[in-house]
C-alpha cells in the first residue's frame, strides 16, 4: 500500500468535507519518529461532522 497517497487522498477528501480529524496509531506514531510497524491508517473523526446520509447512499 502506498501511504503517502491514500493518507494524501484522505487528507483532501476530509478538508474538501470539512471534517475535522487526528491521525492516530502506528503511523502517527512513525511520523514522530518513532518506528513502529503498521499496515493500517488510523484517523479519529468528529461525530458531528460526518453526514451519515451520504454513507448510507453508497
Known sequence: MDFK???ETLT???ARH???YA???GL???LW???RSTV???FLVLKDDMDFQ???NG
Do not use: K
Request: aromatic share 12%; proline share 0%; glycine share 12%.
Open 28 to 30: 502517527a506514531f512513525n
Open 18 to 20: 470539512g471534517i475535522a
Open 12 to 14: 483532501c477528501e476530509f
Open 5 to 7: 497517497a491514500v493518507l
Open 40 to 42: 493500517d491508517a488510523d
Open 33 to 35: 519518529g518513532v518506528h
Open 23 to 25: 491521525l492516530i496509531g
Open 54 to 56: 451520504d454513507f448510507n
